[in-house]
T-cell receptor, first 117, second 117 residues
Framework: AQSVAQPEDQVNVAEGNPLTVKCTYSVSGNPYLFWYVQYPNRGLQFLLK??????LVKGSYGFEAEFNKSQTSFHLKKPSALVSDSALYFC???????????????FGAGTQVVVTP | EAGVAQSPRYKIIEKRQSVAFWCNPI?????LYWYQQILGQGPKLLIQFQNNGVVDDSQLPKDRFSAERLKGVDSTLKIQPAKLEDSAVYLCASSPRPLQVRSYEQYFGPGTRLTVT
């Protein structure tokens, strides 16, 4: 069975400082990995994904994430955080090796990011 | 391009009552998902449609929840009768159907916040 762990309920960072949101996963085969962001009273917005290829993936709003197969991690990063980055961030995984052809997306519990001026 | 539309945005009902949620996916998206997001948790897939057929409803409480997708476009999720633990945000998402559907991100609607009293 696939699973996702986001070990931090909340991450606090000052504006202008680097931001990292951690994510580790467990799958039986190879993963497809996704990051989504959720602002208050809004649905989830897609940020970036890792499917194959370069381990460093660049996405929307200056975010990037690094796929590390040996550590089974897919941490989200931003070099310089903005107050407007304050939101709830979700990591999600699909198991390519799943027997069903549709591949259920498993979400982590989310990490609240608070960026202070 | 218009996004995923959902209605209503908010709903308050008493336990044992029934409720229905509506979703209109992005035009041309063949895959439609309903998720339940309980406060403090990541979204959990309830049901997945491919066109108007169900491909995964393994986590749908079928004794009280039902869903349909008429003509492969709009979808309705119903709860009857509602329980207190059904209080959550119900998210609808859609995705195009290329050959590798599992590699594609999902596009989420704003959600319906259900409160059962």
């Amino acid at each position: 069975a696939q699973s996702v762990a986001q070990p931090e309920d909340q991450v606090n960072v000052a504006e202008g400082n680097p931001l990292t949101v951690k994510c580790t996963y467990s799958v039986s085969g190879n993963p497809y990995l996704f990051w989504y962001v959720q602002y208050p009273n809004r649905g989830l917005q897609f940020l970036l994904k890792y499917i194959t290829g370069d381990n460093l993936v660049k996405g929307s709003y200056g975010f990037e994430a690094e796929f590390n197969k040996s550590q089974t991690s897919f941490h989200l990063k931003k070099p310089s955080a903005l107050v407007s980055d304050s939101a709830l961030y979700f990591c999600a995984v699909r198991d390519i090796g799943a027997t069903d052809s549709w591949g259920k997306l498993q979400f982590g519990a989310g990490t609240q990011v608070v960026v202070t001026p | 391009e218009a996004g995923v539309a959902q209605s209503p945005r908010y709903k308050i009902i008493e336990k044992r009552q029934s409720v229905a949620f509506w979703c209109n996916p992005i035009s041309g998206h063949a895959t439609l998902y309903w998720y339940q997001q309980i406060l403090g948790q990541g979204p959990k897939l309830l049901i997945q449609f491919q066109n108007n057929g169900v491909v995964d409803d393994s986590q749908l409480p079928k004794d009280r929840f039902s869903a349909e997708r008429l003509k492969g476009v709009d979808s309705t999720l119903k709860i009857q009768p509602a329980k207190l633990e059904d209080s959550a945000v119900y998210l609808c998402a859609s995705s195009p159907r290329p050959l590798q559907v599992r590699s594609y991100e999902q596009y989420f609607g704003p959600g319906t916040r259900l409160t059962v009293t």
